[in-house]
């Protein structure tokens, strides 16, 4: 078992910055995937970026390239999400999801655990 629990969620202005943190416990290996999902009021979830649990590998969706850094703490179990150049289309609720594989990719099914979701609004 994976439990999960995100932070740093918040209101900022378009063009602002937002550091996410989401703390693993539980089992978790280098062969885990660790991603991060959004969700939109009316919209459905949507993959936002990836990373395995070693810190390598990282990826993300087109939308983001560029503005937010996925990353692994060194000596933490947590995963971070650097969100700088925020727009107001960003606006959703931010999940952090883990996988026991390595190759779950950007399909949230294969994801098994999730967090509670830490909401994130941008106002133009």
């Not at 978790?28 to 949507?46: C, D, H, I, L, V």
Request: proline share 3%.
């Amino acid at each position: 078992q994976v439990q999960l629990v995100e932070s740093g969620g918040g209101l900022v202005q378009t063009g602002g910055s937002l550091r996410l943190s989401c703390a693993a416990s539980g089992r978790t290996s280098n062969s885990y995937t660790m991603a991060w999902f959004r969700q939109a009021p009316g919209k459905e979830r949507e993959f936002v970026s990836r990373i395995l649990w070693s810190g390598s590998s990282p990826r993300y969706a087109d939308f983001v390239k560029g503005r937010f850094t996925i990353s692994r703490g060194n000596a933490e179990n947590t995963v971070y999400l650097q969100m700088n150049n925020l727009e107001p289309e960003d606006t959703a609720i931010y999940y952090c999801a883990a996988s026991g594989s390595p190759i779950a990719f950007e399909i949230s099914n294969n994801y098994n655990y999730w967090g509670q979701g830490t909401q994130v609004t941008v106002s133009s």
